[in-house]
């Protein structure tokens, strides 16, 4: 376990009494300390992207997700450390298996006409998890619905398991990851990425999981058609995701959460017209949205970037501090949001 080191930062005063709002209503942060360490690791996260020789080359400890506000005033402050159940790597690439439901798997339709109206700004930033959870309900729901809690409690457990056999080798980023806050990155897992209550979070916003009742949930038709077309994507680092995948993923995304197209749209915009530093697209969104709180523009950005990189929109590396475009994967968003504008204008 790594060792802390007090260290006292000065914060404008705006700024604490709005982390101190987040804090209180927040599930995953107990403390100032929590919550500024997973700021700071993201921004890390981002910078050490560049890869320029300051990089440690690790992301121990790193946050899973931009800190954002929550709903639960649950707390944990004395967090035991979690021993994880030691499994081989062959058993967690079994886990990791983003795998097609079986055809008699029991779905539920959704309405074309349901989009997510919002993007998911700041709340989410990767995608790779939310689909595995899918595909972990796909196989949970094989005979029928699942209770909801039952489900998230075993989505949990397997996170930890794939997370900790892999981490060496795949891009864990939003799998809960840190023993000694247990409870608290099992919590910024379920919100951020997953859902903490049926209709909440990414799992059922992307059109993906569905209510079978009140307390129970199922695949979407859409959700278990996708992940068929997403059979076999992975986390490896150094693996670029298919086109093939790339276009199934943002097609899905145009029917369900359009919003979160345009928002990817927004940030490659405003790195392609030269605003491509991270300080130049907080910037340019800042200025796009003037109405939004101090950090939120920086917490957004570096959302829907690193979103836009799991996706091959935006490449892995920075070159001179600067974010650059990936030209097929970029071409391929706009293909997919002139396909999606059109068909709303012949309906």
């Given at each position: 376990?790594?060792?802390?080191?007090?260290?006292?930062?000065?914060?404008?005063?705006?700024?604490?009494?709005?982390?101190?709002?987040?804090?209180?209503?927040?599930?995953?942060?107990?403390?100032?300390?929590?919550?500024?360490?997973?700021?700071?690791?993201?921004?890390?996260?981002?910078?050490?992207?560049?890869?320029?020789?300051?990089?440690?080359?690790?992301?121990?400890?790193?946050?899973?997700?931009?800190?954002?506000?929550?709903?639960?005033?649950?707390?944990?402050?004395?967090?035991?450390?979690?021993?994880?159940?030691?499994?081989?790597?062959?058993?967690?690439?079994?886990?990791?298996?983003?795998?097609?439901?079986?055809?008699?798997?029991?779905?539920?339709?959704?309405?074309?006409?349901?989009?997510?109206?919002?993007?998911?700004?700041?709340?989410?930033?990767?995608?790779?998890?939310?689909?595995?959870?899918?595909?972990?309900?796909?196989?949970?729901?094989?005979?029928?619905?699942?209770?909801?809690?039952?489900?998230?409690?075993?989505?949990?457990?397997?996170?930890?398991?794939?997370?900790?056999?892999?981490?060496?080798?795949?891009?864990?980023?939003?799998?809960?990851?840190?023993?000694?806050?247990?409870?608290?990155?099992?919590?910024?897992?379920?919100?951020?990425?997953?859902?903490?209550?049926?209709?909440?979070?990414?799992?059922?916003?992307?059109?993906?999981?569905?209510?079978?009742?009140?307390?129970?949930?199922?695949?979407?038709?859409?959700?278990?058609?996708?992940?068929?077309?997403?059979?076999?994507?992975?986390?490896?680092?150094?693996?670029?995701?298919?086109?093939?995948?790339?276009?199934?993923?943002?097609?899905?995304?145009?029917?369900?959460?359009?919003?979160?197209?345009?928002?990817?749209?927004e940030v490659v915009l405003h790195i392609?017209a030269g605003e491509s530093t991270r300080?130049?697209?907080?910037?340019?969104?800042?200025?796009?949205?003037?109405?939004?709180?101090?950090?939120?523009?920086?917490?957004?950005?570096?959302?829907?970037?690193?979103?836009?990189?799991?996706?091959?929109?935006?490449?892995?590396?920075?070159?001179?501090?600067?974010?650059?475009?990936?030209?097929?994967?970029?071409?391929?968003?706009?293909?997919?949001?002139?396909?999606?504008?059109?068909?709303?204008?012949?309906?």
């Amino acid at each position: 376990m790594n060792e802390g080191r007090l260290v006292k930062v000065s914060l404008p005063s705006k700024m604490v009494t709005e982390m101190d709002a987040y804090i209180t209503k927040s599930t995953a942060y107990a403390s100032r300390q929590e919550f500024v360490t997973d700021a700071v690791a993201n921004l890390l996260t981002d910078l050490l992207s560049s890869g320029d020789e300051y990089s440690s080359g690790t992301n121990e400890g790193m946050a899973s997700a931009p800190p954002s506000r929550m709903t639960s005033p649950v707390h944990q402050v004395e967090d035991p450390v979690l021993e994880v159940p030691r499994i081989s790597r062959d058993e967690a690439l079994a886990i990791a298996a983003i795998r097609e439901p079986g055809s008699s798997v029991p779905t539920i339709g959704v309405e074309a006409h349901r989009t997510n109206s919002q993007p998911t700004w700041g709340l989410h930033n990767r995608d790779w998890p939310t689909i595995w959870a899918a595909s972990v309900l796909g196989e949970y729901t094989a005979h029928g619905p699942v209770e909801y809690d039952h489900f998230k409690v075993e989505l949990v457990n397997a996170a930890w398991k794939m997370a900790s056999a892999l981490s060496e080798h795949w891009d864990i980023s939003g799998l809960p990851n840190n023993r000694s806050k247990a409870l608290a990155s099992e919590a910024r897992f379920i919100e951020f990425f997953v859902g903490s209550q049926i209709g909440s979070g990414p799992l059922f916003s992307f059109g993906l999981a569905g209510a079978a009742d009140s307390s129970s949930v199922a695949l979407t038709e859409s959700g278990a058609a996708l992940l068929r077309r997403l059979s076999g994507l992975t986390r490896e680092k150094g693996v670029v995701v298919s086109s093939s995948h790339r276009m199934a993923f943002l097609r899905h995304l145009a029917r369900f959460a359009p919003a979160d197209l345009n928002a990817m749209q927004e940030v490659v915009l405003h790195i392609s017209a030269g605003e491509s530093t991270r300080l130049e697209l907080i910037a340019a969104i800042e200025r796009a949205h003037p109405d939004w709180p101090g950090g939120t523009a920086a917490t957004n950005a570096a959302g829907y970037v690193a979103r836009a990189r799991e996706w091959g929109i935006l490449s892995e590396k920075q070159v001179n501090h600067q974010y650059v475009i990936a030209e097929d994967g970029a071409a391929e968003l706009g293909s997919v949001l002139a396909s999606s504008a059109e068909a709303v204008k012949a309906s």
